[in-house]
Each structure stands twice: as C-alpha cells, then as structure tokens.
C-alpha cells in the first residue's frame, strides 16, 4: 500500500466519514489495515491490576480500519487525492500526487538503471 505511517489522511467511508485530516499512526497486515488516530474509537474493559490502568475501568482506544476507507491527503491541493509511483530523474523511485503531481517523499535508493542521463 501507498499510505505510510505519518501521512495525513480523510476517512471516506463510516461513522468518520468526513473528519478533518487526520494521521496515520500505524500501518498493520502490510498496509492492508491502518490505525489513525481519533478514527474508530472504542471502549476496551480492563480488569484491576492491568499494566495501563491499575484501578480497572474502561480503556478509550483506536480500532484499525481498512486501508480502502480513507484516501491520502495532499498539503499542496487541500484535498484528498490517490497516490502514485513514478522514478525521479536521479532513478529513485518516488510517490507523488495524481492530482497536482507534487511529491510526497522517497520510497527506494536511487538505481543507475532508471537515472536520467
């Protein structure tokens, strides 16, 4: 999957639909699944004597949801866009926004093979 831990990202489908922009804080099952926070919040019941809550109660956390309902937000058009890969002219392979063409960061070392020459 293109989204990676630290984007911004908009809930398109669910209880949050339509959330300001919020970011992804985990990426599990290799990017199949995506806690972000604020996103799908749960009560989990502890018993007394649990490590995060030594008095018992409810827990208040995030649930993961599929990396199919939310969509990367982009800085640059303040709008929820898909992402692309594509070689930069130094041969690195690079993501980049489908709807103005900015980039969004590095994902491999540069390869003399996709180098513009």
Do not use: W
């Amino acid at each position: 999957m293109k989204i990676k831990r630290n984007d911004t990202v908009l809930v398109t489908v669910g209880d949050d639909k339509g959330l300001t922009p919020r970011r992804v804080t985990q990426v599990l099952d290799g990017g199949e699944r995506l806690i972000v926070e604020g996103v799908n919040l749960v009560y989990k019941h502890v018993r007394r004597g649990h490590p995060k809550s030594p008095q018992g109660g409810r827990l208040r956390m995030e649930m993961p949801i599929r990396s199919s309902n939310v969509v990367y937000y982009c800085e640059s058009c303040q709008k929820g866009s898909r992402l692309g890969l594509r070689y930069a002219d130094d041969g690195s392979k690079e993501r980049f926004c489908k709807r103005c063409g900015t980039s969004v960061g590095r994902v491999s070392p540069p390869r003399e093979t996709y180098a513009e020459k």
